[in-house]
Each structure stands twice: as C-alpha cells, then as structure tokens.
C-alpha cells in the first residue's frame, strides 16, 4: 500500500500576517500623515523612516553580506550634495532631483568597492571610514557647492508647506517599501538563501556555489544605494547641507547602535533597533554627552554579552517572526 | 627649498605617527583585532597627563614615567575585559564592541574636559629649535622621530630574537598550531595590548606637547595610524614606520599647496597606494 504524500512549502506564519497587516496600515497612516498630524509629527516621521532605511541598509551589508561598514555617511552625504546641486544650480523638479540623486551613491560605490575589497575585515571599515573623509574634505573644498558653508534649498519655497508634507510621506513611504520591502524580497529569493548561507559561514558558502564576491559586490552598491536615497529626503526636509553635517561619522554610529540594539542579521530587528533609538533620542537627547556615553556602553555590552540584541532575545520567548524568509515544508497525507 | 622644507617638516611629523601606527600594527598582526578606540585611549592619556601636569611638579620625564605605566595598565585592562571577549575569526565582535567604548570615551572626555582644547605647559624643548643648512628644525619633532625610530628597531628586535617575539609570530601565524606548542595566546594578546597601548602612553605625551588635544581628536588619530599601517604593509613594523613618513610627507606637502588640503592629500596617497600597491610598499613578494 503507496501512501502518496502531498508537500507544499510553507512561508507565511500567523505572526506574519498580522506583522504585514500591520505594515499596510502604517504605510497608509503614514502617507494619511498631511491630513491628520501635525508638521511636527509629520517631521518625526520623516526622521524615523530615514532612520529605519539607513539601519535596515546597514544590517543588510554587515548582518548578511559580512561587509562592516563606519563609512555610510559617504553615501548619504553624495545623495545630498546631488539633490542640492541638481534642485537649486540646475533647476530640476527637487522632487524628481531626489529620485536621480541616488546615482550619486551607486557611482560612488563601485570605485569604493573595488579599492577596499582588497582590506582584510576589520581594515575594511576603517578604509570605507577614510573614503567618507576624502568625500567630505574634498566636498568642503569644492567652492561650487560653496565649500565649508553648506547649502540651502531656496527652491523649496515655491511649494505650499501642505503640499510639501503631501511629497515628502510618499517619498518616505517609497523609502521604506524599496529599503524594507526590498530587503525581504532579496532574503526571500535565491539571492537570499545565498546571503544567508554567507551570513553563517562565508567559506562553507562559497563551497556551495556561492558567488560571496559579486554578491557582496551587489549588496555594496544596493546598500549604498538605499543609504543614499534615504539621505537625500533627510537634507531636502531638513533644507539645508553642510559637509560636516552630511557625512557626519555619527550616522555610521547610529546604523550600528541601532542595529545591534535592535538585533544583526534581522528584517525586524532593524525596525525595532530604530524605534528604541528614535524615542530614546526624544526622550534623552537632551542630556547629550552623558546620554551618548550610555549609547557607547550599551553597543559594547551588546556586542560582548548579547549579540543578537532585542530582536535576538524575543526570538528565544518564542518563533513569531513578522518577515519570515525560511521555508517550511508541509507534508499532508492523502491515502 | 621650500618642498624641501615640506619634505623635512613631514618626516618629523611622521615620527608622531608612526607611535600611533606602531601599536596598531602590532594588535592587528597578533589577534586580527583593530580598536576603534586606539585614538580615543591615546587622546584620554593626553589629557590625564595635562591634567597631572596641572597638580604635580613632574617634569616631561616625570611625566612619561608615570603615564606609561597607566597606559601599561589600561591595556591590560582593555584586554582582560573586552578584547579577549571578542577574539576570533569574525571581525565584526571586535568592531562593534570598540567602536562602542570610542564613542563612549569620546562623550566621557567631553563630560570631564569640556570640549576645550588643552595642552602641557610649554617648556623648553617645545619651543627649542635648530638650524642644518637652510631649514629650521625644532627640537621637540626630532626627538619624537628619534623615539619613534628607536620603539620601531626595538619592537622589531623584540619580535625577531626573544622568546615573547617567537610565540607572538606563532600565534599570530596560527593561533592553535601555537598553543599546542605551549605557547599560551591569551598571555601573548595580553603583553601585546599591553606593549601597544605603553606606546600610545608616550605618543600622548608628546602630541600634548606638540600640539593641543580635545576629546574628539581621537577618530582622526585612528584614521592616520590605520593609512600610515596600510601604506606601509600589513604585518611589519618597519612597514608601519614608513607607511607613516610617506602619509607625514604627503599631508605637509597638500598643507604646502593649499592649507584646506593636507589631510586630503594623505587620504588620496593612501588610496592611491591601496589602488597601485595594496599589499604596501614595505610588504615582502609573497
């Protein structure tokens, strides 16, 4: 007697229609913003996405491609010293100027790549860290884009705040459906059981068929990409740029606070990561120096007692993941 | 005569750098560890000796005889407490936890300093200088040369000819090909961390008598230490001494051409090696 098994493979779990249900809602809520929140909340919000997209990029390059990065302000600067340029010296739409900066990042990040590679790990970071600086003291000795002083975003005032506000939750919500969004299509494709494979051993990857060199290629300049969109809507909300400010180390330092925090390797733990840090910024950032001492602290604390932070030990109270990118298989007898 | 100049004036500023540089090169040829916060311990020594300075009639050399021993200590510390923790293949423990404690010691300066910039009293051999020809050389920078070149002969006589040397090269050549042999890692790490750090203890000294130090100079530190160690080669001492003249020439002779350039420069020379060289000019043909 054959019994004939049925098989399918399982993706979505209960967890992970509610955590979808929930990003839908969000989303909405979030481009909704303009009619039902202030601008002071709207500004907020604007900062948590780019906060949010920046740590999610972060977590893609060191969490799964192995590439430690302290240099992503580099990207994040370029994107918006091209918004700038292209929106306020050539008169570009500065909302279609957002969406072409991000060729600033992606040309940036393939000389980048390519000269670093040759960096053992730790050496690796530091080295993206010197090209920031090269960007940035190159950027403040540039008197087109008006050297040490920074840009201002004059054009932006031809726009009614409303219609402003309108802009900017659609870019945010495009932001975060290409960072986040994309992320999880990535992880969930061939590609992603590949960056998979290279998070937990490189060599053993590599073995497999794993191409851990163009991949790592390809996540780079994706990464840079994704940091450098997010970058641009940070400066045009803001409205202005100085190089000290846009490739400022600290944006570095708060992908990793907030990664690690939140927990390496993880879709949610990025999310979650940024939202400690967003409200912790609000709640304590007034208090400055000491406030980033505890910051330093708790980034060294997680990284030699607690490596897969918040997200890490909620996994241990039990398996509800909100972006689930394994596959489980289901076998139902029919005899 | 005035790139001659430049040239000179480069060389000794090189020296401060290559004690900088030294003790990188040495924790990174041991354990594959790079400490984020190298610049930061070295600007807090800078300012625990100001501070000294300021209650106790130490002298210069009263100082250094104080401030190594405490740059001694702290290296162990540092490795006791969190370097060993985070040892290992993966580079991304080490990273994470010592770039945690520079920012941590970056906001700590800054809480007990102030961001003011400070710096030793001046004395005499800060402000001596003589002449070789056309060029004015001061005191102070070719004595830190002098040391430099002597801490870099003597690190390299350390590690070709005595017993520490010869299990520090084994472990860093394989860690548990080492040990099995009797050599005992953790103790190597130690007395690495240990010697860098002491280093960096009498680096401190002689920037805050050069030049002065704030709380944040320490990032900038770092990123010269880590160019002069690559321009150099990875994995020799002798490369980290001259990785760091060639980045004290190239950023003297940017400062020549135009005063908004010289870090600039030794960025772009230290890509520009990484493009042409990267296994460093000093490095053996393999």
Sequence with gaps: ?335 | MQWLDAIVQGVLLGGMYAQYALGMALMFGVMRIVNIAHGDVMILLSLIAVSLAGVLPLGNVGLVLVIVPIAVGLGWLLQKFILNRVVGADPLPSLIATFGLSIALQNLMLEIWSADTRSLPNSDIASASFQIGPIYLGLLPVIVLLCAFCLTGGLDAVLRYTRFGRGLRAAAADTEAAAMTGVDPKRIYATATAIAVGILGLAAIFAALRATVSPSDGSAQLIYAFEAVIIGGMGSVWGAFIGSMVLGVAQAVGLRIDPGLGILFGHLVFLLVLATRPEGIMARKK
């Design chain 1, 1 to 335: 007697m054959t019994t004939i098994h049925h098989t399918r493979v399982q993706r979505a779990t209960l967890s992970s229609r509610i955590a979808m249900s929930i990003g839908i809602v969000a989303l909405v809520a979030l481009v909704a913003m303009p009619w039902w929140a202030t601008s002071g909340n709207i500004r907020w919000a604007i900062e948590l996405c780019c906060y949010i997209a920046i740590a999610q990029m972060w977590n893609l390059l060191a969490g799964y491609a192995g590439l430690v990065s302290v240099g992503q302000q580099a990207f994040i600067g370029v994107a918006g010293y091209m918004l700038f340029v292209l929106a306020q010296n050539f008169g570009v739409n500065p909302f279609v100027a957002v969406i072409l900066s991000m060729i600033a990042p992606a040309v940036l990040a393939v000389p980048t790549y390519f000269l670093l590679r040759r960096l053992d790990g730790p050496y690796f970071a530091i080295g993206t860290w010197v090209v920031a600086e090269a960007v940035r003291l190159a950027t403040s000795n540039i008197d087109y884009v008006n050297a040490g002083a920074g840009m201002t975003l004059r054009v932006m005032t031809q726009y009614s705040q409303h219609e402003r506000e309108v802009a900017f939750v659609i870019l945010c919500a495009i932001l975060l459906l290409v960072t986040i969004g994309g992320s999880y299509w990535l992880l969930r494709s061939r590609h992603g059981l590949a960056l998979t494979a290279m998070r937990d051993n490189p060599v053993a990857a590599a073995s497999q068929g794993v191409n851990v060199g163009k991949l790592r290629f390809y996540i780079f300049v994706a990464a840079a990409v994704g940091t450098g969109f997010a970058g641009a809507i940070y400066y045009m909300a803001q409205l202005r740029i100085t190089p000290s400010a846009g490739f400022d180390p600290f944006w570095a330092s708060m992908a990793i606070f907030i990664v690690m925090v939140g927990g390496i390797g993880s879709i949610e733990g990025a999310i979650i990561g940024a939202l400690i840090y967003f409200f912790a910024d609000r709640l304590f950032g007034e208090f400055g120096s000491a406030y980033l001492i505890v910051l330093g602290l708790l980034t060294l604390i997680i990284a030699l007692y607690a490596r897969g932070g918040v997200w890490g030990l909620l996994q241990k109270l039990g398996d509800h993941p909100w972006f689930p990118v394994r596959r489980k298989l289901i076998v139902e007898d029919i005899s």
